[in-house]
């Protein structure tokens, strides 16, 4: 799906807005990260397995990360060789969620 599929002030009505969207090159995007009007993340990293930014709330700062893993164990590697060295870069408390595709080999 498209977000040009869905009615035009269907976010705004919920007072919702999308601030961004990864980057798969040519693949349309699979993560849309959305906030309320009034929140202003600032985005940190932006790649096709995740979307990383910063948010304030109550005057405390914290980071979040928006995953879509690739279901490739090489691809999911680098994203997290990505993902620690963004986590010794910023010393703030981290949320993920999203999809990690974690693959569990059976013996």
Request: aromatic content about 14%; overall charge neutral.
């Amino acid at each position: 799906m498209k977000i040009e599929d869905l009615p035009r002030n269907m976010f705004a009505r919920l007072n919702f807005k999308l601030f961004v969207v990864n980057d798969r090159d040519t693949s349309p995007p699979n993560l849309w990260c959305f906030c309320l009007t009034h929140v202003n993340p600032k985005i940190i990293i932006i790649d096709d397995q995740h979307v990383s930014f910063f948010l304030v709330d109550n005057g405390k700062e914290f980071a979040m990360v928006a995953v879509y893993a690739s279901t490739c164990y090489l691809k999911r590697r680098c994203l997290w060789e990505t993902l620690g060295n963004m986590l010794t870069q910023f010393n703030l408390p981290w949320n993920f969620f999203g999809d990690l595709n974690t693959i569990f080999a059976s013996l």
